[in-house]
T-cell receptor, first 115, second 109 residues
Framework: ETGVTQTPRHLVMGMTNKKSLKCEQHLGHNAMYWYKQSAKKPLELMFV???????ENNSVPSRFSPECPNSSHLFLHLHTLQPEDSALYLC??????????????FGPGTRLTVL | TQLLEQSPQFLSIQEGENLTVYCNSS?????LQWYRQEPGEGPVLLVTVVTGGEVKKLKRLTFQFGDARKDSSLHITAAQPGDTGLYLCGAGSGSRLTFGEGTQLTVNP
């Protein structure tokens, strides 16, 4: 595997289900991100992890729960979602150097549909 | 919060035409990136610009960073159907990137 991988690619769930999205980066980066992409909206940053520590939570509802067990893996645990949470969820990674050129590499995304 | 405005939102052209898309803000960026995203996939990084006035070329794509580091443009020469996609600009500030809404480009054969 190379780059950033995400599983599953597609997920349909009911509002009472619990599911998890998985992301793995094979680039040796030290930061990982979750984004939400909805139709006709800019990419919305949800969470940032730097060296496994959460450094940003962009006012995300508690029904989304991130987990970063190590610098290569990132999970997004989902429970009691709403239909408006249906979107493409993208994971990204980057190597933060402090210089300012934060190049992010994205996975293919998980297309989530909440019924 | 940095806001990025991309224009135009939609662009449909014929193969062989030239085009320019823009990314503007009232804020100064430490860096700016351009990505292309195809349906059902994640954005793919095309280029990063960090110096005011910088120009970078990637085959038929020319990227320019404004002198004041508040705006950027992407020019495509002799567009091809394979250039079709959503072009996103992202502006850097520390560990976060703020993205514009994107320009949806369609190149018709």
């Amino acid at each position: 595997e190379t780059g950033v991988t995400q599983t599953p690619r597609h997920l349909v769930m009911g509002m009472t289900n619990k599911k998890s999205l998985k992301c793995e980066q094979h680039l040796g980066h030290n930061a990982m991100y979750w984004y939400k992409q909805s139709a006709k909206k800019p990419l919305e940053l949800m969470f940032v992890y730097n060296f496994k520590e959460q450094t940003e939570n962009n006012s995300v509802p508690s029904r989304f729960s991130p987990e970063c067990p190590n610098s290569s893996h990132l999970f997004l645990h989902l429970h009691t979602l709403q239909p408006e949470d249906s979107a493409l969820y993208l994971c990204a990674s980057s190597q933060l150097t402090g210089v300012g050129d934060n190049e992010q590499f994205f996975g293919p995304g998980t297309r989530l549909t909440v019924l | 919060t940095q806001l990025l405005e991309q224009s135009p939102q939609f662009l449909s052209i014929q193969e062989g035409e030239n085009l320019t898309v823009y990314c503007n803000s009232s804020s100064v960026f430490s860096s700016l990136q351009w990505y292309r995203q195809e349906p059902g996939e994640g954005p793919v990084l095309l280029v990063t610009v960090v110096t005011g006035g910088e120009v970078k070329k990637l085959k038929r794509l020319t990227f320019q960073f404004g002198d004041a580091r508040k705006d950027s443009s992407l020019h495509i020469t002799a567009a091809q159907p394979g250039d079709t996609g959503l072009y996103l600009c992202g502006a850097g500030s520390g560990s976060r990137l703020t993205f514009g809404e994107g320009t949806q480009l369609t190149v018709n054969p």
